[in-house]
DNA sequence: GGTTCAAGCGCG
DNA sequence: AAAGCGCGCTTGAACC
């Protein structure tokens, strides 16, 4: 793994890695999209989806536009070039760490309820549980390590995959684990209670009942078995986490179309809408937006939405 | 000219 | 032996 050997120092593996980063955003993002836009509308249009993931997110192709870089600095800059209409700004509206929300919901676990009642940054409060201390002087590897726990979790990641990812031993990793379960029981409670109900029934479901089957729960092929285990652990977060967005767009699209004409709803990333409303409403128009996909589902804790304005999609954040 | 596959990488 | 969920796009190789 070229990523291994780049950690280790080597340089030549981090050039090439660097290499096929920028070959990518070029390839894909900034000779392509260009081409793709409509000579009618001047804006590029991505097909949405809608019975494509197995969780019930919507996909998006052709051109894919839930996949737009944002995490380097050298793929912020496509996103400068989406924009809003003339006299328009850009509003994107993200929902935070809805799927441990989720979790904390399913799980019932009062521990991690308690914590996003309180509005705590939740990979601090984990660090604080899982290593000691007040989660005011975690220390910065101390809450990466936590946040690795928590979407590892979230994804049925083993003591192994957890390992790897901080560059720990497996026993280290496993202690960490065993604290964490140490601390907030009811997740692994719901974990086990969510293998056993998916062995029992062949599917899992989400909050509001969409199902997912599972027919590989029960084969003694050992990874198609352990792979529909994480399945049946993820599926049920993701896809309430897509039932509720899927919620609020409608609340927003009837608003939209009732209040609102000079306000349209452009995209869906999965955990956030981007929408492009009149210049000069914008604060009007977070706190309904905020209020759409806050009430979109409720749940024994709070949804919290991040909204940022701007003159495009970076800023937006 | 096309299809299919795997590898690799962009996002949540 | 494998080992972290869900997607779509580009590239290059193999093939028709």
Redo the contacts with the bound molecule.
Sequence with gaps: M??ELAAQGHELPQL??DY??V??????YT??LPTLIHPATGRVHTSY?QA????G?L??????L???????PE??RIRRAFIPADGHVLLAA?YSQVELRIMAHLSGDEGLKKAFAAGEDIHAATAAEVFGGRPAEVTADQRRAAK?IN??L?????????A??LGIERGEAQDYVDRYFERYPGVREFMDNTRSSARDKGYVETVFGRRLYLPEINSRN??RR??AE??A???PM?GTAADIIKRAMIAVDDWIRRDAPETALVMQ????LVLEVPAGSEEKMAEKIRGFMADAAELDVPLEVEIGVGENWETAH
């Design positions: 070229l990523e090439i890695l096929r980063s070959s990518k955003l070029r390839s894909t000779e392509k989806h494509v993931a197995a969780t997110r996909s998006s192709s052709d051109p894919n839930q996949n737009i870089p944002v995490r380097s793929g912020r993200d690795a979407f590892g979230i994804y049925g990641m083993s003591a192994w995959g957890l790897r990812q050992n990874q352990q792979y994480r399945t652990i993820n599926a993701q990333v999965h955990d956030e």
